[in-house]
């Protein structure tokens, strides 16, 4: 006996793109209604412009030239007191 399916699904992608569209949607729904809101705090979100991607970069360490971390150095001594215990 062959079973049939009586109902399909769709497959993953489609699911996907359905709750993707739904998301977008809502929400642009709420910030459509959070701008005219009275509370500014909530119209200060609504309206936030992030930082240049660049902003919270950090220089990497020159090896060369910087001096090694607390942790570096700690790390190199227990190193060094491991080699001296084996030997």
Excluded at 20 to 37: H, N, P
């Amino acid at each position: 006996m062959v079973r049939q399916k009586l109902f399909t699904s769709p497959g993953p992608r489609a699911r996907f793109s359905t709750i993707s569209k739904y998301m977008k949607d809502a929400s642009e729904r709420f910030f459509d209604v959070a701008t005219g809101r009275p509370n500014p705090l909530l119209v200060s979100a609504v309206s936030y412009e992030p930082p240049p991607p660049h902003h919270f970069c950090r220089r990497p360490r020159n090896v060369l030239l910087d001096p090694p971390y607390d942790l570096t150095l700690e790390m190199e001594k227990l190193i060094d007191l491991n080699k001296i215990a084996i030997d």
